[in-house]
């Protein structure tokens, strides 16, 4: 066993899109950066989410929006080529191997350790290798923790027994279950019985809510419900699973009970229940924390527990918004903030100032991959009425839009967007409906910029797009 | 033959989208006003334009998206149900019917007469009804005149022979032609090219210019060439057609010289070339103006070379921006400062104030529903460097971004952003590739908005979308 010790100006635990971008940003400040790994590089989102979900989603949304296109809906009746689609994400998820991104990070000049990483005290790291070696790190400035969540398992009895999925699974299975239990009713469970089903099991969702997306506003979930349940999925609300077991072996059914009394009989479960923080084994301990809690941070990512101001904690896991994208947005923020206190130039922390996450409390995009789409930024009409502020709700039937005739016969979507009375901006907007992911940055800019509902009575929409869901909105407004 | 007179507040000649809802903000103004149309209520757009052409296109684009993604694209290989296209836009055309905009401008209370207006003097219109008879109109406080473009046909030797395409047959034909020329190189030839060699035609375009879409960013015509080439379009530049001639009758072949000395032989030939005002026979000559010209406007759409501000141009017609879109964003802000005069309000003509319509000259969007689609507002390049501002142009490759990767195999697209780099904002995007269509939207807020690239930086684009180039974008400008 060797034992080497280093010395960066910033080392980054965990190398997923959000450390990549700590520790590319703090490079380019001129700061010695390291990335310390235990998996590969490039994390959750290119290997067991976003990336290969996507890639199975995107044959299906296509399908179902061309489905609604007189002339080519009949060529598009039959069933996807499962093993061409399973392939796709295969590559889409680079196969599971991590040269492509190593080869980025090298031309970016950050250093990678691979290995277990650990503080053992303030702006100490030690990294535990395959190979049974220690490098004890110390960072001349900064440690930022970004090692990102995991599935939260419910404590079901019988469920150490069932070899159950999680996202992971969920996203990299390399068989269709005939029958698919999906327990949960967020964006993993949706999206996730949007897939299988599509490629061929029989998928039933158990969701302990009385819907599904329970955190964006009730139509989204309504419209999903609808969405899903044509697709032939099983969904049941209000309904748990009590305990479970795996009959005969490794290629048994599982076998549940529900909370209403009833059975359930499937060749997976996938459980989508949440996600807990990665921080049970990352030496919290050694510096006065609690492995396993959420690290809660300040809008520069510090730490708010630890003294020094040494110890930052960026994306997923400091709970603020939990997507990539907005982690990767905390990410280019922590390691400009970093970089500035390092180089001793001043902070700009502001609000919407270039070393502060603003952006994390007022604008958080989110697009759920399911038929129909889901988008949204901002507050939520719930969030709204719990902020105190004065907000006015403004809906829009998303059939009515020219645009929308155009995309498919049938067409059903809801829009709404929030007022804030006083400023005169929008400070929420939420779509629901086929096509609709790619207006959120629409909104996104009209929420960020806090653009006057004056000036946005001026962004003509294109006809026949979608888009022209903000003139109606806006008309809807003025009454 | 009888002869009525009969007073209103406002009378407005041309009801397609634009004179419609001139019409309509008048009359929510408190004016009494009339509407007179000779042929669909509707107009243009509605029958014989946007409505139809991208009823034709959505089935052409959406299969194109489909044949790139790997489990759908054998489904959608063969060829698109002709019959059941042209079916759905005749439904989208509501069958050249336009009882649904009667009732509509019933529902809002403005009168229609049908017939042809013309103007007689100041403030006065008298409508040839298709009786015969004649109806003086008299207006209290203004005309608007919203007669729209026709398309504008170059004297080609031998054209009067040969009944050629313009824009309302090639959108509204129920024939698909084995041959078809295209003569232009704009967006209805693009569009039109696009449709009709998917639908079965042989098509062959024959443009003036040395490429396509010369009015956008070079990038946008070049993709869609190779969009066009790719889908077996025959695209000849630097060539016109010079004299021509229908062989044997009605159904006889379309034999064309073309400036390069060739022979060019096809069943149908339509001519995109340019749009001409429908000012011919609209009574110009009666208030000083000339018969055939574009009326020139201030930013409130009042003529400015006619005496006392009575008379308005809205929409195509006065030439600032020949869109649907366009003209109603005129109309929308001409019927408000039309009873904001009436009325004797402050009218509000301040940049981006109520009553004047700022977005003309600085955020005009446009898509083009080809293969690849192409998304613009505000200025391009070429225009930004005849404007004098100090701009910097960012481009960015569109195929870099995730969220195109998942849209679709070998993605190609292109995008970039002008910025101007003494007021810090952005003035023009222009997007090329399969689905940018909803994407022009965050730009148009962008540019409309005047959003500092300090703020934008705050505006997170959700992954994996196409939306993220954005964020490429403006990492890009900050080098």
């Given at each position: 066993m060797n034992e080497t010790t280093r010395t960066y100006d910033v080392i980054v635990i965990g190398g997923g899109p959000v450390g990549e971008n700590v520790a590319e940003r703090a490079r380019a400040a001129g700061l010695t950066t390291v990335i310390v790994e235990r998996e590969l590089l490039g994390g959750e989102c290119s290997f067991w989410a976003c990336d290969p979900s996507k890639a199975l989603l995107r044959p299906v949304v296509a399908r179902a929006d061309a489905s609604r296109i007189p002339g080519l809906d009949p060529a598009v009746a039959g069933p996807l080529d499962v093993e061409a689609v399973l392939a796709h994400r295969d590559k889409m998820s680079s196969y599971w191997k991590d040269e492509d991104q190593v080869d980025w990070l090298n031309s970016v000049s950050v250093d990678l350790i691979r290995g277990h990483g650990r503080l053992t005290g303030p702006k100490r790291v030690a990294v535990q290798t395959p190979d049974g070696d220690t490098i004890a790190l110390t960072a001349r400035h900064a440690v930022a923790v970004s090692t990102g969540t995991r599935a939260a398992l419910p404590p079901i009895p019988g469920l150490d027994t069932v070899r159950p999925w999680t996202s992971r699974e969920a996203t990299s299975a390399d068989k269709v279950p005939g029958r698919l239990a999906v327990v949960g009713g967020g964006v993993v469970a949706v999206e996730m019985a949007t897939v299988w089903q599509a490629l061929g099991s029989q998928v039933t969702m158990l969701v302990l809510d009385n819907g599904l997306l329970e955190r964006m506003e009730p139509f989204a979930g309504e419209l999903v419900t609808e969405g899903l349940r044509e697709a032939g999925v099983d969904i049941r609300f209000n309904t748990t699973v009590t305990s479970l077991t795996r009959d005969g072996g490794e290629d048994g059914e599982v076998r549940m009970t529900l909370s209403d009394g009833g059975q359930l009989v499937a060749d997976e479960i996938l459980l989508a229940t949440g996600r807990a923080p990665q921080?049970?084994?990352?030496?919290l301990e050694t510096v006065g924390l609690t492995p396993g809690d959420w690290l809660t941070v300040d809008d520069t990512f510090r730490v708010t527990d630890v003294d020094g101001g040494w110890l930052y904690a960026v994306g997923d896991v400091n709970r603020r918004a939990l997507m990539t994208h907005q982690g990767k947005y905390q990410a280019r923020i922590a390691g400009a903030v970093i970089g500035a206190r390092a180089n001793q130039e001043p902070v700009?922390?502001?609000?919407?100032?270039?070393?502060?996450?603003?952006a994390d409390h007022a604008a958080v995009p989110q697009v759920v991959f399911t038929t129909p789409e889901v988008a949204s930024v901002g507050l939520t009409s719930r969030e709204a009425e719990r902020s105190g502020r004065r907000i006015k709700v403004v809906d829009y039937d998303l059939a009515h839009v020219a645009g929308a005739h155009q995309y498919g016969e049938d067409y059903r979507g809801r829009a709404r967007m929030l007022v804030d009375t006083d400023r005169n901006t929008v400070v929420g907007v939420t779509f629901a409906g086929p096509g609709v992911g790619e207006l959120v940055h629409s909104a996104t800019i009209a929420v960020t910029g806090e653009v006057p509902l004056d000036r946005l009575w001026h962004a003509v929409p294109a006809f026949p797009t979608l888009g022209e869901v903000w003139l109606r909105l806006l008309e809807t407004y003025r009454g």
């Open positions: 921080t049970r084994d990352v030496g700009d922390d502001a609000p919407w100032g270039a070393h502060v996450a603003t």
